[in-house]
């Protein structure tokens, strides 16, 4: 299934470019393309993906979560938690300076679509949809286990146990006229997979919807408009995270 989605940069409305995206995020019954505007896609067609590592890994952790203030663990956490929230203002401002009309809300719901169609391309061993959507290395760790598995699976989100939402803004200056963005999103969704073998067999129970919850790191080169944001990784969910979900 393939979805159209554009990009607004400078005050411009950018060419429309087809994305894949999954039929049932926009309710369709059959293939077909649907103009879904959004603000991260590129002005042009052509792109050369260059990879820069992660810029951070830190997630906030809630208050409740930290150790006391008055431990010396407690004081270097708050002292983290105060570096990396000014770095998160600092990295929003630049986020808006370069990308306008960029909005926090709507990049967290169309990063959550862009990962079910993600999930979607890899039960189905589709590597074509992969590498247009992820970078290099991760598309090609995706399709070593689609290698290794030798099975094709059918993909089913269930509902969101929580809305998407943005963890993590970082911005990094690489050179004079080239900074890269970075979001961190957190999925929290119960999904069904299953082996597409039995896609036609009558079961007589429906499998049970298992809760997955995923930081999925989002990244591009915000000063160049024909940086398409992309998939960069996936991220261990945070011990105080596994915890309440317990």
Known sequence: MASVIGLRFSGQRAPLLLRPVATRVYGLSTTKQTAVRHYSQPRHDHFAINEY???????????????????RAGVESA??????????????ATMMYHLSGWRKGAFATQAEALCEAMNEAFAEGDVKTLNAMCFPSMAGNLKNDIKRRKATLDWRKVRSVTPPKIV????????????????????????????????????????????VTEYIVFQRLITDPASPWRIFCKIGVPKWDQAIQK
Do not use: N
Request: hydrophobic share 35%; glycine share 6%; proline share 8%.
């Open 79 to 92: 002292r983290i938690h105060f570096v990396e929230t000014l770095r998160g203002w600092f990295s929003y």
């Open 53 to 71: 590592g992660l810029i951070s890994t830190h997630v906030p952790v809630p208050w409740r979560h930290r150790p006391s203030i008055f431990s």
């Open 168 to 211: 993590q803004i970082t911005c990094g200056r690489l050179a004079t006229d080239m900074t890269i963005g970075q979001v961190i999103v957190r999925i929290d969704q119960e999904q069904i997979v299953t082996p597409a073998s039995t896609r036609s067999s009558a079961s007589r129970s429906s499998p049970k919807p298992v809760r």
